[in-house]
T-cell receptor
Framework: DAGVIQSPRHEVTEMGQEVTLRCKPISGHNSLFWYRQTMMRGLELLIYFNNNVPIDDSGMPEDRFSAKMPNASFSTLKIQPSEPRDSAVYFC???????????????FGEGSRLTVL | LAKTTQPISMDSYEGQEVNITCSHNNIATNDYITWYQQFPSQGPRFIIQ???TKVTNEVASLFIPADRKSSTLSLPRVSLSDTAVYYC??????????????FGTGTQLKVEL
């Protein structure tokens, strides 16, 4: 399996522009998570989906952030308009709850590093 | 959801055993304890998981006391390549469990020669 695939790996944009980050979870995984990591705030959970349905978006910082999962193999995280304080590494992770062995192990992508100027 | 507390940083030398303790006083019955390792510019990756007592795999051991309010990750004979951030994650990993898996601050381990 190719693992969790994220794109783009790096994005540099200017304040006010729209940013779309993409994630392809591991095939068969039915839970998907978006995390944001910064030096100041660490690894923050933004939103997670079960079976393509958003379950908890309380971690989304504000209305400028939105996330969708139109099908089991694709999710997007959108920031509109972007601001310099949104600069961070955004990780996507997927898992199968209750999987035997490593129970519900989280598999992370390599992250998308966003810089907003 | 159980909140976790870990030391912010630890230093060690190659060949030594490193023990990182995580406190999770509010752990729930269905919660598992999972440790992740993160290198710079990479996502966290699974190291070890346990529910109670002791678990050992090829890279680490995990000690969990009877009350489960804490856990200790033990890395035997660390090397420079073990320099990373280590996260303790406590959450319901069962099929019917919630998915609000939040990470704590992590422990930055630095291994020197």
């Amino acid at each position: 399996d190719a693992g969790v695939i994220q794109s783009p790996r790096h994005e540099v944009t200017e304040m006010g522009q729209e940013v779309t980050l993409r994630c392809k979870p591991i095939s068969g995984h039915n839970s998907l998570f978006w995390y944001r990591q910064t030096m100041m705030r660490g690894l923050e959970l933004l939103i997670y989906f079960n079976n393509n349905v958003p379950i908890d978006d309380s971690g989304m910082p504000e209305d400028r952030f939105s996330a969708k999962m139109p099908n089991a193999s694709f999710s997007t995280l959108k920031i509109q308009p972007s601001e310099p304080r949104d600069s961070a590494v955004y990780f996507c992770a997927s898992r199968i709850p209750g999987r035997s062995g490593r129970v519900g192990e989280l598999f992370f992508g390599e992250g998308s590093r966003l810089t907003v100027l | 959801l159980a909140k976790t507390t870990q030391p912010i940083s630890m230093d060690s030398y190659e060949g030594q055993e490193v023990n990182i303790t995580c406190s999770h006083n509010n752990i729930a019955t269905n919660d598992y304890i999972t440790w992740y390792q993160q290198f710079p510019s990479q996502g966290p990756r699974f190291i070890i998981q346990g529910y109670k007592t002791k678990v050992t795999n090829e890279v680490a051991s995990l000690f969990i006391p009877a009350d489960r309010k804490s856990s200790t990750l033990s890395l035997p004979r660390v090397s420079l390549s073990d320099t990373a951030v280590y996260y303790c994650l406590v959450g319901d990993m069962t099929a019917g469990g919630g998915n609000k898996l939040t990470f704590g601050t992590g422990t930055q381990l630095k291994v020197e020669l």
